[in-house]
């Protein structure tokens, strides 16, 4: 019943944007905060961006500050990670979260991401 569904990885080529979202279902969207993690091959699944329930705080990893932007739109129970100036290193597959506290986590199936020339 729950769901949270990501779309809009693909091929882009380095200095390219690419604009994700993550549509849920199946339990009250708004009263979670929500996460972007992405994980490349033979790496470790690492916290890309994060926001509160509400929208009004958001927090980035060191590696994308300034390039990505998290947001969410709780009247479309959906939200979205702007790419911008990507960068091979940012090639990985990128999963949605949503957590609440005292109720647990809920991730995604992920979305890939390749920066290639």
């Known amino acids: 019943q729950v769901q949270l569904v990501e779309s809009g990885g693909g091929l882009v080529q380095p200095g390219g944007s690419l604009r994700l979202s993550c549509a849920a279902s199946?339990?009250?969207?708004?009263?979670?905060?929500m996460s972007w993690y992405r994980q490349a091959p033979g790496k470790e699944r690492e916290l890309v961006a994060g926001?509160?329930?509400?929208?009004?705080?958001?927090n980035y990893a060191d590696s994308v500050k300034g390039r990505f932007t998290i947001s969410r739109d709780n009247a479309k129970n959906t939200v979205y990670l702007q790419m911008n100036s990507l960068k091979p290193e940012d090639t990985a597959v990128y999963y949605c979260?949503?957590?609440?506290?005292?109720?647990?986590?809920?991730w995604g199936q992920g979305t890939q991401v390749t920066v290639s020339s």
């Open positions: 199946g339990f009250t969207f708004s009263s979670y905060s």
């Open positions: 979260k949503a957590r609440r506290y005292l109720f647990g986590d809920y």
């Open positions: 926001i509160t329930s509400t929208g009004g705080s958001t």
